[in-house]
């Protein structure tokens, strides 16, 4: 193992670059750009013997991607905000295809009106497509996650393509001291690709993306859930190995001072670490606090964010995405449903915790340390009777 100095985008890229990746269909949208000329360098100087395509929209590179990735060749694309926006048919049908690619996701915000900066409106517009997805807090966990994800996405029990989310500029520009695997500890653990699929063998011909109709439908998506299920146990497994060899324990969430707190943020991404420096203040001050990381968004992790809330009595989520259900932000309602399901099953579970939602960070409205200050002083003096909150709202 050794230490290197990284942006966001490079460690992703150097990731791709160790875990072998043969084929990278690319279209250049900010943030995101920088993965693929990373990437590209690392071609040019002899690092890795790949395929860097050139296509002409998004919309191209995750098609490229799918038939690369049933071709039997390990596949990875990188892209951001309205660019995932123009993959969004061929999100599904990736999905569907079984194609387990790997993308690097820059998350930034969909255009309209125009902005470049960072929050999740892109990543959760994707949430629902079969993808499995992971989040990363800084730039260790974009080299992990991008590593553990192609393990999981390449399972033979999971077959299902993986976005690897980070926050563009705030992650993917920033300069972090990253601890790196050798190359070939990388090469062994991942090991070759086989996707048990290969358009381009005409010894063994498949069919591959035939009309689906009633008779058959309904199976084969009741499959994609079985397989995103079983990715949640691959999860477990591949975690161990990985600790084994970095000496990291990668979990599906992230908890920090959660085990007696009875007041706990629950986020996703880089704003988890403006909490954790937070949580260590007022602890310091006696106060029962703590903060969650949700690093595996799907499949969602439920039962592992039950068990870390057995003592929690205030809950505020944090979502950077704007909602227009009026009901709050995809996180907060994935929270509110695992929270009535603990309730139905458990009756001895307090009636009285309260849950809020605070919605921050559009447009990469900055949130810093005395506006998680202020949730907390919220949540604490109980005045968070409302359920959705907007921070920095001017």
């Given at each position: 193992?050794?230490?290197?100095?990284?942006?966001?985008?490079?460690?992703?890229?150097?990731?791709?670059?160790?875990?072998?990746?043969?084929?990278?269909?690319?279209?250049?949208?900010?943030?995101?750009?920088?993965?693929?000329?990373?990437?590209?360098k690392?071609?040019?100087?002899?690092?890795?013997?790949?395929?860097?395509?050139?296509?002409?929209?998004?919309?191209?590179?995750?098609?490229?991607?799918?038939?690369?990735?049933?071709?039997?060749?390990?596949?990875?694309?990188?892209?951001?905000?309205?660019?995932?926006?123009?993959?969004?048919?061929?999100?599904?049908?990736?999905?569907s295809?079984?194609?387990?690619?790997?993308?690097?996701?820059?998350?930034?915000?969909?255009?309209g009106?125009?902005?470049?900066?960072?929050?999740?409106?892109?990543?959760?517009?994707?949430?629902?497509?079969?993808?499995?997805?992971?989040?990363?807090?800084?730039?260790?966990d974009?080299?992990?996650?991008?590593?553990?994800?192609?393990?999981?996405?390449?399972?033979?029990?999971?077959?299902?393509?993986?976005?690897?989310?980070?926050?563009?500029?705030?992650?993917?520009?920033?300069?972090?001291?990253?601890?790196?695997?050798?190359?070939?500890?990388?090469?062994?653990?991942?090991?070759?690709?086989?996707?048990?699929?290969?358009?381009?063998?005409?010894?063994?011909?498949?069919?591959v993306?035939p009309l689906?109709?009633?008779?058959?439908?309904?199976?084969?998506?009741?499959?994609?859930?079985?397989?995103?299920?079983?990715?949640?146990?691959?999860?477990?497994?591949?975690?161990?190995?990985?600790?084994?060899?970095?000496?990291?324990?990668?979990?599906?969430?992230?908890?920090?001072?959660?085990?007696?707190?009875?007041?706990?943020?629950?986020?996703?991404?880089?704003?988890?670490?403006?909490?954790?420096?937070?949580?260590?203040?007022?602890?310091?001050?006696?106060?029962?606090?703590?903060?969650?990381?949700?690093?595996?968004?799907?499949?969602?992790?439920?039962?592992?964010?039950?068990?870390?809330?057995?003592?929690?009595?205030?809950?505020?989520?944090?979502?950077?995405?704007?909602?227009?259900?009026?009901?709050?932000?995809?996180?907060?309602?994935?929270?509110?449903?695992?929270?009535?399901?603990?309730?139905?099953?458990n009756?001895?579970?307090?009636?009285?915790?309260?849950?809020?939602?605070?919605?921050?960070?559009i447009?990469?409205?900055?949130?810093?340390?005395?506006?998680?200050?202020?949730?907390?002083?919220?949540?604490?003096?109980?005045?968070?009777?409302?359920?959705?909150?907007?921070?920095?709202?001017?």
């Amino acid at each position: 193992r050794w230490r290197q100095s990284l942006v966001g985008n490079n460690a992703a890229a150097n990731a791709l670059r160790q875990i072998g990746v043969e084929v990278f269909p690319s279209f250049p949208i900010t943030p995101s750009t920088e993965i693929p000329e990373y990437f590209s360098k690392y071609i040019a100087e002899g690092k890795i013997l790949s395929n860097l395509i050139l296509v002409e929209s998004e919309h191209s590179a995750m098609s490229a991607a799918i038939g690369s990735a049933l071709s039997n060749a390990r596949t990875a694309t990188a892209t951001s905000s309205n660019g995932l926006a123009y993959m969004w048919e061929m999100l599904h049908i990736a999905a569907s295809m079984r194609a387990p690619i790997i993308m690097e996701l820059v998350c930034r915000s969909i255009s309209g009106p125009l902005n470049i900066h960072n929050d999740h409106s892109d990543a959760m517009g994707m949430k629902d497509t079969g993808w499995i997805m992971l989040f990363s807090k800084n730039n260790q966990d974009v080299y992990d996650n991008t590593i553990i994800g192609t393990m999981i996405a390449e399972n033979s029990s999971v077959l299902l393509p993986i976005a690897i989310c980070q926050d563009g500029f705030i992650t993917s520009h920033s300069i972090e001291n990253i601890e790196i695997l050798e190359d070939d500890e990388v090469t062994k653990l991942v090991g070759k690709y086989n996707n048990n699929v290969n358009l381009l063998d005409k010894e063994n011909p498949v069919t591959v993306g035939p009309l689906d109709l009633p008779t058959h439908l309904f199976e084969h998506k009741r499959l994609q859930v079985e397989a995103l299920a079983n990715a949640k146990k691959v999860f477990k497994e591949i975690s161990e190995k990985y600790e084994k060899i970095s000496g990291r324990k990668i979990n599906m969430i992230d908890t920090y001072m959660v085990e007696d707190a009875e007041t706990v943020i629950i986020a996703i991404g880089s704003t988890a670490e403006t909490i954790e420096e937070v949580v260590e203040r007022r602890r310091k001050n006696g106060e029962k606090v703590g903060v969650i990381h949700v690093r595996m968004f799907r499949p969602f992790p439920k039962e592992e964010i039950l068990s870390a809330l057995k003592n929690v009595k205030n809950i505020a989520v944090m979502d950077k995405v704007m909602d227009y259900s009026l009901n709050g932000g995809p996180l907060y309602k994935e929270i509110i449903s695992a929270i009535y399901d603990m309730k139905e099953k458990n009756k001895d579970v307090d009636k009285n915790i309260i849950v809020s939602n605070y919605i921050y960070g559009i447009g990469g409205r900055d949130i810093g340390v005395d506006d998680i200050e202020g949730i907390f002083e919220d949540i604490l003096d109980g005045s968070n009777n409302e359920k959705i909150k907007y921070v920095g709202l001017k």
